[in-house]
């Protein structure tokens, strides 16, 4: 079931604290509609009572999708300075959950979903795309090395991220996402089999294997040194 409680969020441009439901966790296959926000933009959004600005606070909920195979610790961006032990936390969680210290029937259903951890909204919508177009999230994370090392003036900035914003049978559109604002900077396209070409070829299995190794399956693990504990 879907999990949510009401809460006071103060508005990031007025300070006024608004009641927003809160997720704690998500369950698509029962509320379809709450998937759909996710990846239209709008859940979780509040409208402030004073200044009219819209906003939403950083996720921090469990999704469970069983048709999809997909089961997602979406967690706050800040978070991610510490995604090695977020790692450990998330992988806790799945194991009381749908791994092998939940119970026989959550077990069953545990054994049918990829376990993953994403880090702001734009990392979870991405996971949802991918699952939902069939694709392989290793191959898809490969495919932005790939790109990053191909198109000229692609460098990760700090608050942007590469993520895979719709996909088709043919083409697999990327974007430049600002985290804070959502906003997609600059989009472009790329062929469906080059996706394929990555998750089946033997001269990508090193990368793949270094992509693979948890459920933090994501560029940024390359790019960011978790801070140390207690930091």
């Not at 709008?42 to 009219?52: E, I, K, L, P, W």
Request: charged share 25%.
């Amino acid at each position: 079931m879907s999990m949510f409680t009401k809460l006071p969020v103060a508005c990031p441009n007025c300070g006024t604290e608004n009641q927003i439901d809160i997720f704690q966790s998500v369950n698509a296959d029962r509320r379809p509609d709450l998937k759909a926000a996710i990846l239209e933009g709008g859940f979780q959004v509040c409208t402030c009572t004073n200044c009219a600005a819209e906003y939403r606070p950083d996720p921090d909920f469990n999704y469970l999708d069983g048709k999809a195979g997909l089961w997602v610790s979406a967690r706050p961006i800040p978070a991610l300075a510490n995604w090695d032990q977020e790692i450990l936390k998330a992988s806790d969680d799945f194991a009381l959950a749908y791994g092998d210290r939940a119970g026989q029937a959550a077990r069953e259903i545990g054994r049918g979903l990829k376990a993953r951890i994403t880090f702001g909204w734009p990392a979870v919508r991405e996971k949802i795309v991918i699952a939902d177009a069939g694709l392989d999230d290793v191959a898809v994370e490969a495919v932005k090395l790939v790109i990053l090392q191909s198109r000229a003036g692609n460098i990760l900035e700090e608050g942007v991220e590469l993520r895979l914003i719709q996909a088709d049978d043919e083409r697999l559109t990327f974007g430049w996402i600002d985290v804070a604002s959502n906003d997609i900077r600059q989009s472009f396209a790329a062929q469906r089999a080059l996706h394929d070409a990555v998750r089946d070829g033997e001269d990508w299995a090193e990368t793949r294997a270094g992509l693979s190794g948890d459920i933090f399956v994501d560029i940024q693990r390359n790019f960011i040194v978790p801070e140390p504990a207690g930091a």
